[in-house]
Structure formats: C-alpha cells, structure tokens
C-alpha cells in the first residue's frame, strides 16, 4: 500500500518561508518522479512543481520560479519544496504526489493525471 504523508506547512506572513516534506511508502521511491500540487479555496488544484526520478529535470508552475525549489533524498523516500517569499496567493493546501508511470523517465510529469499517488495534504497560510 503506497503511502505519502506531507508535513511542514503553517501560517506565515508574506516574505516568510516554508520547508515541505513528503516521505513515502510502499513504492520504490527512487525510481518514480514525483510532484507537489496546491489547491486554493475554490478553485482546481494546480501543479506547483516536479523533479524526475533521477533529480536530473525540474519543473515549475511560471508563478513560483525563483521562489520555490524541489529536491528529493531517494534514500530518505522523501521530496522537499523548499518556498521561499512566500505570497498570500500561494495560501492553499499542497499535496504531494508520485507518478509510477514515469518511472525511469527524464520527463517531469506536470498534469494530474500523470501522477497516481496521493497524500493527504497539508495548509499553508500566507497571511500579514
């Protein structure tokens, strides 16, 4: 059973940062891509940012570059999004996700429907 849990959200102000982390379970971590995705209030949960197996390719959602950076530890099964100056409109609730089919790939997936595991989530809050 593939498990994915989120942690490090929370409320911070605007130009504050967070450090997410998604350790997984049940799936050989090191060899699928993986991804971060957020949903605001209201609207379509979105693809923030994704890294390959390997690390070799990343990618990023236009409004988050510079800002927010992905990396992943295959042999702590865990992805980082570390964000940096964060925004009020970056206030959602963020999901980690892993997508098996792409294993082995140098393509970062970037739509949904690509990934096929999911977390749980967890709120961040970016508010003065």
């Known amino acids: 059973q593939v498990q994915l849990v989120e942690s490090g959200g929370g409320s911070v102000q605007p130009g504050d940062s967070l450090k997410l982390s998604c350790e997984a379970a049940?799936?050989?971590?090191?060899?699928?891509?993986m991804g971060w995705f957020r949903q605001a209030p209201g609207k379509e949960r979105e693809f923030v940012s994704g890294?390959?197996?390997?690390?070799?390719?990343?990618d990023y959602q236009n409004s988050v570059k510079g800002r927010f950076s992905i990396s992943r530890d295959n042999a702590k099964n865990t992805v980082y999004l570390q964000m940096n100056n964060l925004k009020s409109e970056d206030t959602g609730v963020y999901y980690c996700?892993?997508?098996?089919?792409?294993?082995?790939?140098?393509?970062?997936?970037?739509?949904?429907?690509?990934?096929?595991?999911w977390g749980q989530g967890t709120q961040v809050t970016v508010s003065s």
């Open positions: 996700a892993a997508a098996s089919t792409y294993r082995g790939s140098w393509i970062t997936p970037t739509e949904r429907y690509d990934y096929d595991y």
């Open positions: 049940g799936l050989t971590f090191g060899d699928v891509a």
């Open positions: 890294i390959t197996w390997s690390s070799q390719s990343t």
